[in-house]
């Protein structure tokens, strides 16, 4: 068991057709590497499991996972929307091409004015709360204006508890229980109800709270339309696809996953008679987690109390680890057939003892100069990366068939500095 990996004729790692070692030379470490057909390959994958079963789907890329723009605009040319969070989101996503109606913006706490420029973008507002309903009828006018509501199923999952976002704990989404009582709501303010969506949790390896969760949104859904004048144009079962981090962990059955999750669907469909709306998916982590990989340099081979590998990059590039104690699979670039010799501390940069990216990891004879390749760095990676300890954030490139361009520039200490003041009393 374990990861393929992609070895050339030199012996070294290789991404979307090009040498991990020579992509390091030629825009320094660290250095994000993102491979287009990966990306490609995993939403088309995803697409056709389940347009299999059920040919009206549109899925929204949560592009929180990873907001580069050459990303988002791949993803804009497989056909897919955007589930977007934040304005910030929205902005990236209409940039990138997407039509305004493909973006679905999901925010949570939102604000007036963020409501504001997500109606004048001309985007489609899934409301999280009964206060963020109120306001947003202040805001725009609610005649023929179509909205979605997101409501917690009080089913949750994920791969930490930080990233459970159904049940009692959860902040997101209107209780399942006053599900009816919202459309209601909507439809006395004037609104034009057409959706229902709920999110669980991210990183979802085992699918039965999944379909639990399927379940559960039909039979709200169910309620919904036989209690009000709502007809649903879609139903959206949010994101949460897993990807196996460890060369341990199963990969999903898409096929069996797609069928079972489908056949669930249509079943309430048919049991409640709610037509035939749109089905959306909105994975993030499915579609770019595999698709990355973040190259560093060892600069540090120390043997303190333990035996530490250091590299040049640290959690400002890649949270995970010292976040949620996720596992990052690592491979040395340049010999990634090495046998592993021992069982050693990968540190980071920053001046933290968290900064890890792994402790007690089998790997092979490591030496000052080689370069380390973390897999599973396409999401919640760069979009989670930092300034801190003063650090300029990576660069990131994107590969197809060895070729490579620079989708971000690496940042200089200007850029770090960008927008800071001192005031003039200061300077003198
Ligand atoms: C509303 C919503 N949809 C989709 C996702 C995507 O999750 P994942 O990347 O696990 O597929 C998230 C992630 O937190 C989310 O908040």
Do not use: W
Not at 35 to 58: G, I
Not at 403 to 420: G, M
């Amino acid at each position: 068991m374990g990861f393929d990996l992609d070895i050339n004729e030199k012996g070294n790692l290789s991404i979307g057709g090009a040498d991990a070692t020579e992509l390091a030379e030629e825009y320094g470490t660290p250095l994000y590497v993102i491979d287009e057909m990966r990306v490609r390959d995993n939403y088309r994958r995803v697409y056709s499991a389940f347009t299999k079963y059920y040919s009206d789907l549109q899925l929204f890329y949560a592009c929180k996972a990873n907001t580069n723009l050459a990303v988002m605009r791949i993803l804009q040319e497989e056909g897919s929307g955007i589930d977007a969070v934040s304005p910030g989101e929205i902005y990236t996503a209409l940039l990138a091409g997407f039509d305004p109606q493909k973006v679905l913006f999901t925010g949570n706490n939102v604000k007036n004015e963020e409501l504001q420029f997500a109606a004048d973008s001309g985007v489609r507002i899934n409301v999280d709360s009964v206060s963020q309903l109120h306001r947003l009828a202040q805001i725009v006018d609610p005649a023929d204006f179509k909205i979605s509501f997101r409501v917690n199923p009080m089913v949750g999952a994920g791969h930490h508890e930080h990233c459970i976002t159904g049940g009692e704990m959860s902040k997101f989404g209107v209780m399942e229980k006053e599900a009816v009582d919202v459309y209601k709501m909507a439809l006395e303010l004037g609104f034009e109800p057409v959706g229902i969506h709920t999110h669980i949790g991210s990183g979802i390896l085992d699918p039965e709270p999944f379909k639990l969760a399927v379940q559960t949104l039909m039979d709200i859904a169910g309620d919904v339309a036989q209690n009000t004048e709502v007809d649903f144009e879609f139903i959206d079962f949010g994101g949460g696809l897993g990807i196996p981090y460890t060369p341990e962990e199963h990969e999903l059955d898409l096929d069996k996953f797609a069928g079972e999750i489908v056949g669930l669907f249509k079943d309430k469909l048919g049991q409640y008679g709610i037509g035939k709306p749109t089905m959306c998916l909105e994975p993030g982590r499915y579609i770019v987690g595999d698709a990355s990989y973040l190259l560093a340099r060892v600069n540090t081979v120390k043997q303190s109390y333990r035996k530490f590998v250091g590299v040049d990059a640290g959690f400002n590039t890649l949270l995970r680890p010292s976040m949620y104690g996720s596992y990052h699979h690592i491979v040395v670039a340049n010999k990634p057939q090495a046998p592993e010799v021992e069982a050693i501390d990968v540190a980071g940069n920053v001046c933290e003892s968290g900064d890890l990216f792994a402790r007690d990891r089998p790997l092979p004879e490591i030496e000052e100069g080689d370069l380390i390749a973390i897999m599973n760095a396409g999401a919640y990676a760069f979009s989670m990366a930092s300034q801190y300890n003063s650090r300029p954030r990576p660069a990131e490139v994107l590969v197809k068939e060895g070729e490579s361009d620079v989708v971000r520039e690496r940042e200089t200490f200007a850029d770090v500095l960008n927008k800071q003041n001192v005031p003039v009393r200061l300077l003198k």
